[in-house]
């Protein structure tokens, strides 16, 4: 029987993937600052996400079971987008986006006694023109509001994307192969 493990997370979309992969768990809540430090690079930052919302997850269950956490970011031109936090950041978000190409990093961490296990996934989409009709409708549907970069390749925002290179689940949230190998490091630990 695989081990029961928590998921710090509030995104359904991790809580959906982690169930496809046959993976007992229970959710945690945690509350972590996801402010980015000065001068911290967008790998270090969405690294050291994962592990504190792991660590943050595993000290709220008293170490009763391992822990997994998760951050994804998208960054273009060296810069992190994070959720939009109005429709005017959410319509600067798309512009910058519009016909370019950008980075999407998914770190997974779980935490457990003695380790933290750690994965980084790095995609690249190539998104469509936008015009600003387009960027006007897309917030109206509501979806943009919670996701990194302000869309859902997973929704209506998939539409958007012209290519993808890299992994599809890593950029809803939780990238399912490397998340698997994880867990099976995990269960030979234990
Ligand atoms: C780019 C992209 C992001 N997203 C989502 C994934 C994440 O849920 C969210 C990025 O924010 P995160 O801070 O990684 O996660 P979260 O706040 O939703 O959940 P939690 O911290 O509790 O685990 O954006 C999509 O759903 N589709 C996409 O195409």
Known sequence: MKTTIGL??????RKELLTVLQQPFELVKVD???????????????ARLA??????????VSGRMPVLGADTIVVVDHEVLGKPRDEADFGWMMRQLSG????????????SAGSVLQQLVSSKVHFADLTEAMIAA???TGEPADKAGGYGIQGIGGRYVRYLEGSYSAVV??????????????????
């Open 32 to 46: 972590v600052d996801e402010s980015l430090l000065p001068a911290e690079s967008p790998l270090v930052y969405v």
């Open 51 to 60: 592990k504190c919302k792991a660590e943050a997850g595993f000290a709220a």
């Open 173 to 190: 949230g939780l990238p399912l192969y490397e998340t698997d190998q994880l867990l099976q490091q995990l269960e030979a630990s234990l």
């Open 8 to 13: 710090a997370s509030a995104s359904p979309r």
């Open 100 to 111: 370019r190409v950008h980075q999407v990093h998914t770190a997974v961490a779980i935490a």
């Open 138 to 140: 897309y917030w109206q």
